[in-house]
DNA sequence: GAGTGGTCTAGACCACAGA
DNA sequence: CTGTGGTCTAGACCACTCT
């Protein structure tokens, strides 16, 4: 953070601005594991000191990665490394709601879970070199006791050795950032309706060709890397997909 | 945006700060149409000035505004109230794209549009007075010259009178704020796989029972109130509903 | 009471747009 | 050249939390 455009003549690459510096530094850190998840920053004084700027641009850099829900700021506490606790995955990456309104998070049923290299069709889902070793996992997901979503989630081994042998939890993205140090930031989903396949109308004792909901995501980590591609066929009986505009 | 917490003991409601109150005060002055769409806000120094704080002030409470483009920032010309124009409805309210990536703004061909009294499904969805007059239209929305979106909108009559002598553009947002200064700031979208109602299906060109996208959206004005209740069927063949978590 | 983030102010300088 | 928003700093005071 140090000088920077002084130059003697000129000079291309106007730079980025300070606090943007400043958050990308956090960010960095962040991934590197500095602070584990929910452990208290130090504060924006120390941070500023630390970095040589205004406790002013520390605290504009915060403010940006509290909005990207990287940090939870507490008045009179501290700022704080978010957690990936049900409640937050549920309210940040789970956009199913029962049509009553409120929102439940379904248990899992962990169908088949096996390490394999990746197909062509991950390769291209995920931007991966050919070759990549990744796991593979089905689940079915139940709300009320009735089977509701089956997932099919792929993610690439490098990121997580030793998964196979793991219990795979209901809170996937709690598990990949606490044993894994693998921060699951932002996603991006496409939905089309499609007629339910067989294999998924087997799992949720539905029949072939219901009307169901295809939801294809491609989680990103902090780094802006694919962390996980996965694929939900859902039926909407008495559920729909929640999506705020603006 | 004067005094305000000096009472002479204890007192309730601590008031939102005082950028909060100056977006207020510039929202309420967007409703009530001061500036019209594209035209220039006066400096923030005259901002500031005009309220009686200072211009750091004024610009946290546009940035705010900025970031719920409501109105638009352009370094040394000056913060200009947001337009509707096509761009940026797409880019903000129409979240259906083409799997091949690139969006394209659907051609609208009107099936029907008449004045009637709401039901008791348009008084439970948008939140009605029974009996309210609303507007009923019905469109077919095409891309490529296939039929692929069909549509059902409702409006209040209270809002835009007249409108039944309009002729319903492609970018009804657009129309709304031009024509009548109403204003669409967000939306809440419920997506749903359904089997294709025969109504649908008939105008879609496509058979009784085929997977469809369900979009059930309420769109809210500037002031919270309820502009617009717009239920669609979508073939998603060669679309998808794309949708960003972060 | 000490330490934290939240708000508000004031002023400096920069980058950009337009006359 | 002037006026705009964008960045950066510095300091004051408030509200909240914990000890």
New binding site residues.
């Given amino acids: 953070m140090a000088d920077s455009?002084k130059s003697g003549f000129s000079e291309r690459a106007?730079q980025p601005?300070?606090?943007?510096?400043v958050r990308n530094t956090l960010v960095r850190r962040l991934v590197e594991g500095v602070w584990a998840e929910g452990e208290m920053?130090p504060?924006?004084?120390?941070l500023a000191a630390d970095m040589?700027?205004?406790?002013?641009?520390v605290?504009?850099a915060?403010?940006s990665l509290a909005a990207d829900n990287l940090v939870v700021?507490?008045?009179?506490?501290?700022?704080f490394v978010a957690e990936h606790d049900e409640a937050r995955i549920l309210f940040q990456f789970f956009k199913l709601v029962g049509d009553s309104g409120e929102a439940s998070f379904p248990e899992s049923r962990v169908v088949s879970a096996r390490s394999c290299t990746a197909t062509a069709e991950d390769v291209k889902a995920m931007s991966l070199p050919q070759g990549t070793e990744v796991f593979r996992i089905h689940r079915v997901r139940s709300i009320g006791g009735r089977p509701v979503i089956a997932e099919r989630i792929v993610i690439p081994a490098a990121l997580f050795p030793g998964f196979a042998d793991t219990e795979a939890p209901n809170n996937l993205y709690g598990l990949y950032a606490r044993r894994y140090g693998v921060t699951v930031a932002r996603a991006h989903e496409r939905l089309k309706a499609v007629a339910l396949p067989e294999g998924e109308a087997l799992l949720l004792e539905a029949k072939v060709g219901t009307p169901a909901l295809l939801v294809d995501r491609i989680a990103y980590g902090l780094d802006g890397s694919v962390i996980e591609w996965r694929v939900s066929h859902c039926l909407t009986d008495d559920l729909h997909y929640s999506s705020d505009l603006k």
Avoid: C, I, M, W
């Fill in positions: 455009n106007p601005p300070l606090y943007a510096q920053l504060s924006e004084f120390e040589g700027v205004s406790q002013g641009t605290r504009k915060l403010d700021r507490r008045q009179g506490r501290g700022t």
